[in-house]
């Protein structure tokens, strides 16, 4: 049963291709959502699918792209309904 997961990513984690990465590896293993930057610094990540899917997308926001630093990822549950596809903004 796929579920929602909102995660905050704190650290050197913009204007380093985190949401465009974030994409193809939320895409590759088949979850839906958006990627987008905070106003202060943060990117938020919205990844609607399967649990299994969402713990490995987790594991892979824990480090990110090659040249992010990621200080902090803080993951929480919601409930909403899931989008089509998976956009960066």
């Given at each position: 049963?796929?579920v929602?997961?909102?995660?905050?990513?704190?650290?050197?984690?913009?204007?380093?291709?985190?949401?465009?990465?974030?994409?193809?590896?939320?895409?590759?293993?088949?979850?839906?959502?958006?990627?987008?930057?905070?106003?202060?610094g943060?990117?938020?990540?919205?990844?609607?699918?399967?649990p299994?899917?969402?713990?490995?997308?987790?594991?892979w926001?824990?480090?990110?792209?090659?040249?992010?630093?990621?200080?902090?990822?803080?993951?929480?549950?919601?409930?909403?309904?899931?989008?089509?596809?998976?956009?960066?903004?």
């Amino acid at each position: 049963m796929p579920v929602a997961r909102l995660y905050t990513i704190k650290g050197r984690v913009q204007g380093v291709f985190f949401r465009a990465s974030t994409r193809t590896v939320a895409e590759s293993l088949g979850i839906t959502g958006h990627a987008i930057n905070l106003p202060d610094g943060d990117v938020q990540v919205l990844a609607c699918g399967e649990p299994a899917a969402l713990d490995q997308l987790g594991d892979w926001l824990h480090g990110g792209p090659a040249h992010a630093r990621v200080d902090e990822v803080i993951a929480r549950e919601v409930e909403l309904e899931a989008p089509g596809g998976f956009r960066t903004g």
